[in-house]
């Protein structure tokens, strides 16, 4: 076995240290603006009556809908005003009866159980007394918080997309490519990714190996937070990303990851974005957005941290001599994950058929469990 990264740094820890690093929004605590409920409501289609007068037949005085003001009827003795869930309790009722418990005869209900008071009505306040905190700032985003916040009569936040800017580099990305050059397939690919993932994705021209428009093109990020850039993070005389973010005084969070395919994986912070910056080879530019953006757009919403990964079953064994964990391209069936003959980080086409990621420790491993990630 080669131990020639002995120092790369562990795939959960760079998905750690990204989401550490993110700018979450600000979140507010909520507080109860009034009682909830704030009046004693119905919990149930039926009628309202006075519990104490048990199986007697009353008369019915009207009917009250969901938001009709319950001071249009009181209920005296010998009287019920029908009622629909939701609906504010009438002064003098103090049970619901269900349409289901009773019936009705000439402007007459006839209780077929006795009510007890109290049945099926929410009583004011069982939720909460106004001035209750409700939800602590801690807790994160999520479509019922915007639920909670206008319950409350807060202003619920705008539901943008998180805008996300993809730009491919490399001088041989040509849309006619001779046989010397290639076409951008990342760009589309990762424009694509983004789109499904609920970004707000703008195409940008690929860009030329040259430090100069690298700089110029990672400074003027318009609106986007998060810019998603493919190749130019290797070794190579012609990857110039890193130098050039260094020079542009951004925040380097990580370069290389102990991962196959994807070692060369750069994310880092300038101005307030994020730039994911994921290897040129299809396989590994693929595999760290799917990664890796998730948890950028997610931090930057001030949603809870995703995780991609699922329990599965590897159907053969794979090798992997060498010493970092393979993403091994699988299709699956179920939890069984079927390894497709790879040929490793180009290997579009193995990509293209691969339903999922199955987990290979270094070393390789037998058939057996493991986690995946589905391809999306
Ligand atoms: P790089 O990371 O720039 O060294 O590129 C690694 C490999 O990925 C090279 O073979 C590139 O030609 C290829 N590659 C880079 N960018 C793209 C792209 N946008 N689409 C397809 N292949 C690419
Ligand atoms: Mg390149």
Redesign the pocket.
């Known amino acids: 076995m080669s131990c020639d990264h002995p120092d790369l740094l562990p795939l959960d820890e760079a998905l750690a240290r990204l989401w550490a690093a993110l700018p979450a929004p600000p979140v507010l605590e909520l507080r109860a603006d009034r009682d909830d409920p704030a009046s004693d409501l119905a919990a149930m289609d039926g009628v309202a009556l006075r519990a104490a007068e048990g199986l007697a037949p009353r008369r019915l005085l009207g009917t009250l809908y969901a938001g009709d003001d319950p001071a249009a009827f009181t209920v005296t003795p010998g009287t019920a005003v029908r009622i629909m869930t939701g609906a504010a309790l009438p002064p003098g009722a103090d049970a619901i009866l269900p349409v289901e418990q009773l019936r009705e005869a000439e402007g007459l209900i006839h209780p077929l159980e006795a009510p007890r008071p109290g049945d099926h009505t929410r009583a004011r306040g069982e939720q909460a007394r106004a001035g209750d905190p409700l939800l602590s700032a801690e807790r994160p985003f999520s479509a019922v918080r915007v639920a909670l916040q206008a319950w409350v009569g807060q202003p619920v936040p705008p539901l943008g997309r998180v805008r996300v800017a993809v730009a ?3 001088d ?2 040509v849309a006619h490519p001779a046989p010397h050059q ?1 076409r ?4 589309p690919m990762l424009a694509a990714l983004a789109h499904t993932l609920g970004a707000e994705v703008e195409r940008r021209p690929s860009l030329p190996d040259d430090p100069a428009a690298l700089g110029g093109a990672l400074r003027n990020a318009g609106g986007a937070r998060i810019l998603l850039t ?5 070794m ?1 005389e012609h ?1 110039h990303l890193p130098s050039v973010l260094k020079d542009l005084g951004a925040t380097i969070l990580f370069h290389k990851i102990r991962l196959k395919p994807g070692k ?1 994986m750069l994310t880092a912070l300038l101005d307030g974005r994020v730039i994911l910056g994921l ?4 396989v590994s530019s693929y595999m760290n957005a799917l990664l890796f953006l998730p948890v950028a757009m997610a931090g930057i919403q001030g949603r809870r941290a995703p995780d991609p990964w699922k329990e599965g079953r590897l159907a053969e064994a794979v090798r992997n001599p060498g010493d970092r964990p393979l993403l091994h391209p699988c299709q699956r069936d179920g939890k069984d994950l079927h390894p497709l003959a790879s040929r490793g980080s ?1 290997d579009l086409v193995r990509l293209a058929q691969a339903d999922a990621f199955a987990w290979v420790p270094e070393g390789g491993m037998e058939a057996g469990p493991t986690r995946y990630l589905d391809v999306l």
């Not at 951008?184 to 760009?187: A, F, L, T, V």
């Not at 493919?230 to 290797?234: E, H, L, W, Y």
């Open positions: 491919s580099t490399g041989e990305l290639i951008d397939s990342n760009g493919s190749g130019g993070v290797s190579g990857d060369p290897p040129g080879n299809p180009a």
